[in-house]
């Protein structure tokens, strides 16, 4: 009876193949669990990265000083723009052409339009002159100024003179720009008044 039952040593013996296979399927639950915990780990944060980024500031634009509102934008080289006294238009630009346009600056020409207040500014006529604009040292406006994102404001501007000046009732002429008599148009407060021209701060409302 002895021979027919087998010893306690074989009973604990497990087959090498055996082992074989089920280490293999121990690897892969391993596997399988440790690429599940990456994913559940990255999942949250690939969202909140996404929903954090932001998208790219829009590029800068540039704009010369003048009277703007909600149907007269900002823009680049404008053809036509009212620069002083808005409601009356003491002064503005027409028919502009603009051979250059960017951060550096800006130069056109074109006429300038001016109101002669004899005997009244409710009465009196315009005078045309050629004008040569030159515009520089571009500003953010104002915080309260409600202008597009990006846009910048040419502080300074030059409208000379290169054939006849305005009469002084008109223009007072405060310094010159290749030779040609001008006036010096500034949107920002000035410290030497003698020389520029404070136009008021630009708003873009």
Not at 1 to 4: A, D, H, I, L
Not at 120 to 142: F, I, S
Not at 178 to 202: K, L
């Given at each position: 009876?002895?021979?027919?039952v087998p010893?306690?040593?074989?009973?604990?013996?497990?087959?090498?193949?055996?082992?074989?296979?089920?280490?293999?399927?121990?690897?892969?639950?391993?596997?399988?669990?440790?690429?599940?915990?990456?994913?559940?780990?990255?999942?949250?944060?690939?969202?909140?990265?996404?929903?954090?980024?932001?998208?790219?500031?829009?590029?800068?634009?540039?704009?010369?000083?003048?009277?703007?509102?909600?149907?007269?934008?900002?823009?680049?080289?404008?053809k036509k723009?009212?620069?002083?006294?808005?409601?009356?238009?003491?002064?503005?630009?027409?028919?502009?052409?603009?051979?250059?346009?960017g951060p550096?600056?800006?130069?056109?020409?074109?006429?300038?339009?001016?109101?002669?207040?004899?005997?009244?500014?409710?009465?009196?006529?315009?005078?045309?002159?050629?004008?040569?604009?030159?515009?520089?040292?571009?500003?953010?406006?104002?915080?309260?100024?409600?202008?597009?994102?990006?846009?910048?404001?040419?502080?300074?501007?030059?409208?000379?003179?290169?054939?006849?000046?305005?009469?002084?009732?008109?223009?007072?002429?405060?310094?010159?720009?290749?030779?040609?008599?001008?006036?010096?148009?500034?949107?920002?407060?000035?410290?030497?008044?003698?020389?520029?021209?404070?136009?008021?701060?630009?708003?873009?409302?």
């Open positions: 009876m002895s021979g027919n010893q306690s040593g074989e009973l604990r013996h497990i087959p090498r193949g055996r082992l074989s296979a089920i280490g293999i399927v121990v690897a892969l639950l391993v596997g399988v669990l440790i690429f599940a915990g990456v994913k559940l780990t990255q999942g949250p944060q690939s969202t909140a990265t996404q929903s954090t980024s932001q998208p790219p500031p829009p590029p800068d634009s540039y704009a010369i000083p003048g009277c703007y509102n909600p149907s007269v934008q900002p823009s680049a080289r404008p723009l009212n620069v002083l006294g808005c409601a009356s238009v003491a002064v503005a630009l027409q028919d502009m052409s603009w051979s250059s346009w550096q600056g800006a130069d056109g020409t074109g006429t300038a339009v001016f109101k002669l207040c004899d005997p009244n500014c409710a009465t009196g006529t315009q005078l045309t002159e050629p004008v040569v604009v030159h515009a520089w040292n571009a500003q953010k406006p104002r915080s309260d100024a409600i202008c597009v994102v990006g846009l910048k404001i040419f502080g300074g501007m030059i409208l000379a003179f290169p054939k006849d000046v305005p009469p002084p009732n008109a223009q007072q002429i405060d310094t010159q720009y290749n030779g040609m008599p001008a006036v010096h148009y500034v949107n920002y407060s000035p410290s030497d008044t003698r020389q520029t021209e404070f136009i008021g701060y630009t708003f873009c409302n």
